[in-house]
């Protein structure tokens, strides 16, 4: 599902920084995979990479076939609206737009009708227990609850892969858990390929696989 | 100044651009005041140059309006024991006729007693001709010129040179040629010294003077010598030094000057709010730093005074570029404005250079730096009053709370309490017509975020029903940042404002003036001096009217002369007709007295008054006019007050017997002429040229090619109209561009999730052109419905205290029309670049932006 083949990502400023180098790595389909390691150790940056928001410096990455390199800008957007979904750490709720416009969002943006875009959002607000919240703002929601509205954004589209960002990590250790255990959930039940970048060792412990990374380099692979 | 260094710089360093627009909007103020002013400045500089060169030694100058006077006035001058020298002049300006050389002012004066008046530093030449007076004299076609022109043309003394007179074109001979500097550097060096005898017989001046200049005996005080001369002469003379005639053509050219000023003020009062705007969302986005300075112990006052130094460090850098562009545009205007006072008003001027005026400069800087603090002020004193605990809270800050909006909405309701009390209350003059024009400005600015509000909620729908997703994102992107898009639809809003204004003044001046064309210009023909009717240097002899009358074409003749003459200060027109043939052939339109307006004054000896005279000075039918004449103060009744356009500044029509009476002029400056019925214009007009076209200077104007005139002369005036237009369009622009970067600025993270969910570049992109064209939509909608009240005190101001004249209040319907589409394609234009560097900005950064 997911393939990196020797990746490099640089970043050039005054001084240049090597975040990835030399990464190659197979993510199969159905898989739920934790990325961890030190801060600065290239987490983010191979979850940007991986889910088109940023390019490789060098290497090749493959998402369900395509090879990300070879579409232009506008391709990479459909693929990444096609088949990924987004759970960042701080949510990125727009403050202006309700839990259903929030939700309902990306089926906007793919041009679907008002009516059945909100049908799915209202479906995903209530598989993630915010049924009853779909006209609240985000500013009258808890940091759980607005996660919950990111995660059911995310999963607007029904991703075949979800990349998640900390999703834990703004939240308090009772509400990362229930968030977690959602993820888990939706895992189980829509069989998503999740790639979830954490600092919480217990989180990590509690994927199918473990990926650590080190100095842009993968140090360690576990598989349970 | 360490606050400065550690917060404002780095600030100012990473929004490189937003600095630029808000510099760029001080900076388009000041150009513009800085740019009329000087230009302005320097043609009353050259005017005065000319003056000064001219007058030479003279102490005084005597005229009698621009009529002139008998010559006799002179030797009776002479003959008082105060004088040491009086001399006489006569200027006028002609065309040269030569390639790229304009107008030349020929200065005749009387060589026997003049050159101990003027120094004629004579170079080069027969200096035995000059020497000798008499020989000058004696050789009427003798001309002195300048080098400068002389080494322009090519002539050298004994060259033939060829100027238009009043008896066609006449060839002179230069006999000698004055060295640069002094009197020859006047008009520009376009400066021809004359004989008076000659000059009078070539321009038409009869036996009579245009002035005396004169120096009094050693020991008279100059307000002794001119009491003693006005005792002897009568109100009916002006004494004056030559330093006073600078201000005759200032107060001429007021009228220019103030519309000039006001266009300035306007420009700096839009660039007020685009200063604002900048200043708020920087309070807004510095909140945090705000907090931790705070928190290390900054004070109140400190944050206050950071935010205004840094305003007033804006404001001066703005003041400086403003300078710098407002000189370039001056050297641009001033021979343009020059050239189009002198075509207005028919004065003789010559623009050299420009005229810088330190006091301008001083005040521009000013200007700029106190706009700069005062539209900064409000923010700054936000960023005082924020708490260091709340400020350090990640989250939106910039709303306006509900008790804002109400005391906003008490206070408009009170302006237009106010307004609405100066109008029912007799608002149409006087100070509640201005008190009635600023309530109206300020309830609608205070109401701005309101009415934006509102409007943009309306409009929610209609941009969801064009495009659904960008549309709705665009709609609440505005109403997420009320003040700054309320700050950026009220700058629109004033610059639409402002130009419906004008455009209605325009549209109400044009169609009263080709009405007044309409009913009064109905003459076949009309036989002038010179393209342009306003100029006054040639007349004709009385006579040339009763040989055209004779011509076999022609119908009737009526013989018009006008002059400047003074009337409380204010140099008006007196035009002297034949009241009871005009009458026989126009109906004016009549504003108070009988109908039969030019017959009733004819017979009882009264005047007839422009309507904007009349309304300036005050003045109404049955009163008794005061008007000096060389004969005296006349006390005339004003039979009658019509529509009248001759002049901006008021014309007082007499019958010409009571001209030739007491002004004892007979000469003309134009003929109206009628011609017999199934005569074309056409061949009335080549019947004419060929009579009298190789006798006589004149210029037959078809009744179609004088409405053109007048409609090129219109036009010319409101070129400064257009301009003002165009500077109001400019800063709406600049509002745009200055709002859209920072919204998106601000919206980084936002569009960055927008694309990271799903959102294709041109979808971003149309959200934000949505957005401009949201604030383009609201900012016109505003912006026409201020206008169009703002239009009628505008009409108001100009009826009472700036023209006089009685412009009718029509919704000027094409311009908005015109207005709202270019305005939404401004705006669109306005958001393609933030539109673009939103889309490609890197989305990881986007979407880590805090």
């Not at chain 2, 040179?161 to 006047?186: E, N, W």
């Not at chain 2, 002369?713 to 301009?723: A, H, I, K, N």
Request: with cysteine.
């Amino acid at each position: 599902m997911i393939e990196l083949h020797d990746v490099s990502k640089t970043f050039e400023g005054k001084r240049q920084v090597l975040a990835l180098d030399h990464v190659s790595l197979q993510i199969a389909k159905g898989e739920m995979v934790s990325l961890v390691g030190p801060s600065g150790s290239g987490k983010s940056t191979l979850l940007n990479l991986i889910g088109g928001l940023d390019h490789p410096s060098s290497g090749e990455i493959v998402i369900d076939g395509e090879r990300l390199s070879a579409v232009s800008d506008d391709e990479l957007t459909r693929v990444r609206r096609d088949k990924i979904g987004f759970i960042f750490q701080f949510f990125n709720l727009l403050p202006t737009l309700s839990c259903l416009e929030n939700v309902s969002l990306p089926l906007h943006l793919r041009g679907w009708k008002k009516q059945k875009a909100h049908e799915r959002a209202r479906e995903l607000l209530d598989l993630v227990k915010l049924g009853k919240r779909v006209e609240h703002l985000p500013e009258e929601l808890s940091g759980g609850e607005r996660q919950r509205v990111a995660i059911a954004r995310a999963l607007s589209i029904y991703p075949p892969i979800l990349l998640a960002d900390e999703p834990t990590g703004n939240l308090d250790s009772h509400t990362g858990e229930d968030i977690l255990k959602l993820i888990r959930d939706l895992h189980e039940r829509l069989n998503a390929t999740i790639l979830m970048v954490t600092h919480d060792n217990g989180v990590a412990e509690s994927c199918q696989r473990t990926i650590r990374l080190r100095d842009g380099v993968i140090v360690e692979d576990i598989r349970r | 100044m360490m606050l400065l260094r550690l917060l404002t710089l780095p600030y100012v360093r990473k929004h490189l651009l937003r600095t630029g627009l808000t510099i760029a909007g001080v900076a388009l103020g000041v150009l513009v005041f800085v740019g009329m002013r000087t230009a302005n400045d320097s043609v009353l500089y050259g005017f005065q140059q000319t003056v000064d060169r001219i007058a030479g030694k003279a102490q005084l100058q005597i005229t009698s309006g621009e009529g002139g006077f008998p010559e006799e006035v002179l030797e009776r001058v002479q003959a008082m024991e105060e004088i040491n020298i009086a001399v006489p002049v006569i200027e006028a300006q002609v065309k040269t006729g030569l390639q790229g050389q304009g107008n030349i002012l020929i200065l005749a004066v009387d060589m026997t007693g003049d050159r101990s008046l003027r120094s004629y530093d004579i170079e080069e030449g027969e200096d035995a001709v000059v020497d000798d007076p008499l020989v000058f004299l004696a050789q009427p076609d003798s001309i002195i010129l300048t080098r400068e022109f002389a080494q322009q043309n090519n002539l050298s003394v004994g060259s033939k040179v060829s100027f238009d007179t009043m008896v066609g074109p006449k060839s002179f001979t230069v006999r000698g040629i004055m060295k640069p500097g002094g009197l020859a550097s006047a008009f520009g060096g376009n400066l021809a010294v004359m004989d008076i005898y000659a000059a009078q017989h070539v321009f038409g001046r009869g036996r009579s003077f245009d002035r005396i200049d004169l120096t009094l005996k050693e020991g008279i005080a100059l307000d002794q010598g001119r009491q003693a001369i006005e005792k002897l002469l009568g109100a009916g003379y002006q004494v004056e030094a030559p330093s006073q005639r600078g201000k005759q053509f200032e107060t001429i050219s007021k009228l220019f000057a103030v519309a000039a000023s006001l266009n300035s003020l306007f420009a700096l009062l839009i660039g007020l709010f685009i200063i604002y705007n900048t200043f708020s969302i920087a309070v807004a986005q510095r909140r945090s730093e705000i907090g931790i300075a705070r928190a290390l112990g900054a004070t109140r006052a400190q944050i206050r005074n950071l935010f205004l130094l840094e305003s007033a460090l804006l404001g001066l850098t703005g003041s400086l570029t403003g300078i710098a562009g407002g000189l370039i545009m001056a050297k641009g205007m001033a021979s343009y404005i020059g050239q189009f006072l002198g075509d207005l008003y028919g004065v003789a001027q010559h623009t050299e250079g420009l005229a810088l005026n330190p006091q301008t400069l001083l005040l521009a800087v000013g200007v700029g730096v106190l706009t700069s603090m005062v539209a900064a002020w409000i923010p700054a004193r936000d960023a005082a009053r924020i708490d260091p605990v709340k400020a350090l809270h990640k989250g939106s800050y910039e709303s306006i709370t509900a008790s804002e909006n109400r005391w906003r909405l008490v206070t408009a309701t009170a302006f237009v309490g106010i307004a609405a009390f100066c109008l029912v209350t007799g608002g149409t003059s006087g100070p509640k017509l201005y008190v009635g024009y600023f309530s109206v400005v300020a309830a609608s600015v205070l109401a701005t975020p309101i009415l934006v509000r509102a409007l943009i909620l309306g409009l929610r729908p209609l941009l969801r029903l064009v495009l659904p997703v960008e549309g709705a994102l665009a709609a609440d992107s505005l109403m997420q940042s009320p003040r700054r898009t309320s700050a950026t639809v009220a700058a629109v809003m004033l610059s639409l404002s402002l130009v419906v204004g004008l455009g209605g003044i325009a549209d109400a001046s044009y169609a009263s003036i080709l009405d007044w064309v309409e009913s009064v210009v109905n003459p076949d023909l009309f036989v002038g001096t010179n393209e342009q009717i306003s100029e006054r240097s040639f007349r004709f002899p009385a006579s040339l009217g009763d040989e055209i009358r004779k011509l076999d074409l022609v119908d009737e003749v009526q013989t018009v002369r006008s002059t400047r003459v003074n009337y409380r200060g204010t140099p008006v027109m007196l035009v002297a007709i034949p009241m009871l043939q005009v009458q026989g052939r126009i109906k004016p339109k009549v504003v108070a007295g009988p109908a039969n307006v030019f017959e009733a004054a004819a017979k009882e000896g009264g005047v007839v008054l422009g309507d904007n005279l009349a309304l300036l000075q005050n003045l109404n039918v049955g009163d008794m006019m005061e008007i000096s004449s060389p004969s005296g103060v006349l006390r005339l009744p004003i039979t009658g007050i019509a529509i009248d356009y001759t002049d901006q500044l008021g014309a007082i029509l007499i019958d010409r017997s009571l001209y030739l009476k007491h002004w004892k002029d007979e000469t003309a400056n134009l003929f109206r002429v009628y011609l017999k019925k199934g005569v074309t214009p056409e061949a009335g007009k080549q019947q004419i040229l060929m009579r009298f076209g190789s006798q006589n200077r004149l210029f037959v104007m078809t009744n179609r090619q004088l409405r053109d005139y007048i409609v090129k002369v219109t036009d010319q005036w409101f070129g400064l109209t257009y301009m003002q237009i165009f500077v109001a369009v400019l800063v709406a622009t600049l509002g745009i561009v200055n709002s859209l970067t920072v919204s998106i600025t601000d919206r980084r993270r936002e569009l960055g999730v927008l694309q990271a969910v799903g959102g294709l570049r041109r979808q971003v992109r149309q959200a934000i052109w949505m957005e401009a064209a949201g604030i383009g939509l609201v900012s016109v909608i505003l912006g026409l419905a201020l206008g169009g009240l703002i239009l009628y005190y505008y009409l108001g101001i100009i009826r009472e205290d700036m023209a006089g004249i009685r412009l009718e209040y029509v919704y000027p319907v094409k311009i908005a029309l015109l207005l709202a589409p270019t305005m939404l394609a401004v705006s669109w234009l306005s958001a393609l670049g933030p539109g673009e560097s939103a889309v490609r900005a890197s989305l990881v950064e986007a979407l880590e932006y805090e």
